[in-house]
């Protein structure tokens, strides 16, 4: 597709279950990238996949989140036994690889834990 | 990390140009200056970046202090769908600072029709 895609757009879920949050990069772009947005705040970096490196998972708040990318193409944001605190925005982007090329962001997943 | 400065809020009159500042006095010679923003309810939209030299797209202007120490972005006309949050971040040329990006709180840009 033209952008990045992802999916759902908005999740409601009860405290204590999982969630899978879905990125669809643009295609050709080798880096992608997880931030999260909470209500009224900056973005914070949660993960980078860089083609077929290791990911850099520093940004992971802890073990109950974790991403995987198939395939150098779709991702896939997971989080274990979600807490209140983890409602928020979660934002993908993908770029090319030069750090003088911007990152495309998608349009977001809004997950709200209740 | 190098960091950015920014205003917390600013206005314009619609159709009037836009001078939007960035202070980064901690910036790296490899670090370029990239520009984001972002609507209500979307992710952040690539703006422009730059280097040294001053840099023009068809979004807006990107002037850079000859010590690169600050920066302006630079809406010609500024019309309602500019009303948003932006940001001024510093990227690196490799290594974390390439992809770990600090997006701080940003300007929000109002416009007056």
């Known amino acids: 597709g033209a952008g990045v895609s992802q999916s759902p757009s908005n999740k409601v879920t009860e405290k204590g279950k999982d969630v899978e949050l879905r990125c669809d990069p643009i295609?050709?772009?080798?880096?992608l990238y997880w931030y999260r947005q909470s209500l009224g705040q900056g973005l914070e970096f949660l993960i980078y996949f860089q083609g077929n490196s290791a990911p850099d998972k520093s940004g992971l708040p802890s073990d109950r989140f974790s991403a995987e990318r198939t395939g150098g193409s779709v991702s896939t944001l997971t989080i274990q036994r979600t807490q209140q605190e983890d409602s928020a925005v979660y934002l993908c982007?993908?770029?090319?690889?030069?750090?003088?090329?911007?990152?495309?962001f998608g349009s977001g997943t809004r997950l709200t834990v209740v | 990390d190098a960091k950015t400065t920014q205003p917390n809020s600013m206005e314009s009159n619609e159709e009037e140009p836009v001078h939007l500042p960035c202070n980064h006095s901690?910036?790296?010679?490899?670090?370029?200056i990239h520009w984001y923003r972002q609507l209500p309810s979307q992710g952040p939209e690539y703006v422009i970046h730059?280097?040294?030299s001053n840099v023009n797209n068809r979004m807006a202007s990107l002037a850079i202090a000859e010590d690169r120490k600050s920066s302006t972005l630079i809406l010609h006309r500024a019309t309602l769908r500019d009303a948003a949050v932006y940001y001024c971040i510093l990227r690196g040329n490799s290594g974390a600072g390439s992809y770990q990006l600090t997006f701080g709180k940003g300007t929000k840009l109002s416009v007056i029709p």
């Open positions: 982007a993908s770029s090319s690889r030069q750090a003088n090329y911007g990152y495309t």
């Open positions: 730059g280097l040294t």
């Open positions: 901690t910036i790296s010679g490899t670090d370029y």
């Open positions: 295609s050709g772009h080798t880096a």
